[in-house]
């Protein structure tokens, strides 16, 4: 049987699995609680992770959302989806 540390601080206290890209992660309760707390505290995270995605569009709506992305989709699509997971947050609305 595997004994389980923080894979943060190497703790064997309070351990909490999270799963990051669909890997389990082994965290301490404190590590855990600041992770969560680090993402939550500003809208715009400096450090993200980094995923594709395969997106089909009609050209209607390639040629609009070229348009109003200009020459930045991650950036438009980042602020869209930012904004639509804080609006699910009932805490986080101002
Ligand atoms: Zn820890």
């Not at 404190?30 to 997106?55: E, Q």
């Amino acid at each position: 049987m595997n004994k389980s540390v923080c894979e943060h601080c190497d703790s064997s206290i309070n351990l909490t699995i999270i799963y990051v890209d669909e890997i389990p992660v082994t965290y301490c309760k404190t590590c855990k609680v600041s992770l969560f707390s680090k993402k939550r505290s500003v809208g715009r995270p400096s450090i993200g992770i980094t995923k594709k995605v395969s997106l089909t569009l009609t050209k209607d709506d390639w040629e609009q959302f070229d348009a109003k992305a200009k020459h930045n989709r991650s950036f438009f699509l980042r602020k869209i989806i930012v904004k639509s997971l804080n609006e699910e947050d009932p805490g986080e609305n101002r």
